[in-house]
């Protein structure tokens, strides 16, 4: 039995690290063992400039533990006036990593994604240009898709498109949640790649909404069966280098996760990297894990892989309940908060 194992630093190609005292909350779960990630740029008001993206970078380098090594990428939220020129000016500069698509009204902080989808051709043709990456949360937000179908939709109506549209185009489907999902990032790989979270991985509808409604599980896009959860565990376990680690980790406060209209989200970072542990070791591909968090999602984003290791170990220990957040906030519960956890990473 395993009970060590030696990988390069992964770094989280997905991650909502929010801003203020949030911020400075839960940076250091992150930090203390990844050596990159993409923050998510739905803040409010949501990253939309370059200028944006260099001023919330200080913001988190600000936040940073000290001697931290950890590297944020930062991303551009996408909307139907994004500027070809700014976003091109940002990816030269180093400044963005890639451009973010949110379908207007698809999940937090979305309200100022896109509307028109005519209206951002001319910055897809110039990302392709450029070989900038573009980032989705791809679902398709229309009053005929019911809510478990919006990825496949999404698939159908956009994605498949622009693939043929936008041949050089980089793209990442992001948390992925669905075997339609995984299926088509295979189908269309290298040039579609796609994340997968630790709690897609773990958890079906019935978990959320078969014993008691749990609204700490609810998220975008929704846990689905459990034939979509076996469909990406094969996919994340497969070693295939079109699938990789983005934690969508994603804090709230308690009070807005419970609430009559609650928010989708669910914050893992504390949890992740043992939870994908177990979820590799669960499907016998332990020798897997290193290709999806360290080294699949640097080949797709053009990126070297991290220098350094980490190692995981087995030895069991116990998952906060929460982290406190200073100001009105108050505190964030934890993904799998309280639960005894049986890998951990070796300070
Ligand atoms: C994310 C958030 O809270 O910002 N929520 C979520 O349910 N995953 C946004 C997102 O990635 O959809
Ligand atoms: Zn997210």
Excluded at 2 to 14: A, E, M, N
Excluded at 23 to 50: C, D, E, Q, S, W
Excluded at 318 to 335: I, Q, S
Aim: hydrophobic share 40%; proline share 7%.
């Amino acid at each position: 039995m395993t009970t060590r194992l030696t990988i390069r630093r992964p770094d989280d190609w997905h991650l909502h690290v929010r801003d203020g005292e949030m911020l400075k909350a839960v940076l250091p779960y992150t930090a203390r063992h990844f050596g990159r990630a993409i923050l998510m740029p739905n803040l409010v008001p949501p990253v939309r400039t370059t200028a944006e993206a260099i001023a919330y970078r200080e913001r988190v380098l600000a936040a940073l533990p000290k001697g931290s090594r950890f590297t944020p990428l930062m991303t551009c939220y996408l909307t139907d006036d994004t500027d070809p020129d700014d976003v091109e000016r940002g990816f030269r500069d180093g400044v963005i990593t890639g451009v973010k698509l949110y379908p207007a009204n698809a999940t937090t902080n979305s309200a100022a994604g896109v509307t028109d989808y005519g209206k951002i051709s001319r910055v897809l043709e110039r990302m392709e240009k450029i070989g900038m990456p573009f980032l989705m949360h791809g679902e398709e937000v229309a009053a005929d898709v019911d809510i478990f179908d919006r990825e496949a939709a999404f698939i159908e109506r956009r994605l498949s498109k622009w693939v043929k549209q936008f041949p050089g185009l980089r793209m990442t489907l992001e948390h992925l949640s669905s075997k339609d999902g995984a299926d088509f990032v295979k189908s269309a790989a290298p040039q579609v790649g796609g994340t997968i979270t630790p709690y897609h991985l773990n958890l079906t509808r019935t978990d959320w909404l078969g014993g008691g409604l749990k609204p700490m599980l609810y998220a975008m896009p929704v846990i689905k069966t459990a034939t979509d959860r076996a469909a990406l565990r094969k996919a994340a376990t497969s070693g295939a280098a079109c699938y990789f680690l983005g934690t969508d980790s994603a804090p709230h406060p308690l009070a807005k996760k419970v609430a009559v209209s609650g928010v989708p989200g669910i914050f893992n970072a504390p949890v992740a990297l043992a939870t994908y542990a177990r979820v590799f070791e669960e499907e016998g591909a332990l020798d897997k894990l290193e290709a999806f968090a360290s080294l699949n999602g640097p080949k797709h984003y053009r990126l070297p892989v991290n220098a350094d290791t980490i190692t995981l170990e087995k030895s069991p220990w116990t998952a906060p309940e929460d982290v406190r957040v200073a100001g009105p906030d108050g505190r964030a519960l934890v993904y799998r908060g309280g639960e005894t956890i049986a890998w951990r990473v070796a300070e």
